[in-house]
């Protein structure tokens, strides 16, 4: 996991939690949003469209829907305004997401 995130920038860093990315455990901090704690743990490419491009952080403020992940089971989530919770489901979304399979 990465270290050395907010290094002595007078910045509070919420409490450490950890969350499920692709069912992978990993570190996350309260009061960030899920896409920082995604691209703190696996760069950018947040979801693939169902043309196969690569979709990532864009507006950062819940307008563009570029950031959406499958959240906790619900798709289409923007990861730009979700807070990450403590044991927090996150996957990568293909496409419009598991509807696209005939599931939820
Ligand atoms: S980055 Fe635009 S909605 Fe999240």
Do not use: K, N
């Not at 995130?5 to 910045?11: A, K, M, N």
């Not at 043309?51 to 990861?79: A, S």
Request: proline share 4%.
């Amino acid at each position: 996991m990465s270290s050395g995130r907010v290094p002595g920038h007078g910045l509070e860093r919420g409490r450490r939690v950890e969350v499920l990315i692709d069912g992978r455990p990993a570190e996350a901090y309260e009061g960030e949003s899920v896409a920082a704690a995604v691209m703190a743990d696996r760069g950018l490419g947040l979801r693939v469209t169902d043309r196969g491009d690569r979709r990532g952080f864009y507006c950062g403020m819940g307008v563009c829907f570029d950031c959406v992940m499958v959240i906790d089971g619900v798709p289409q989530t923007r990861t730009c305004v979700t807070w990450v919770r403590e044991g927090m489901t996150i996957e990568h979304q293909e496409g419009a997401g598991p509807r696209d399979a005939g599931g939820r």
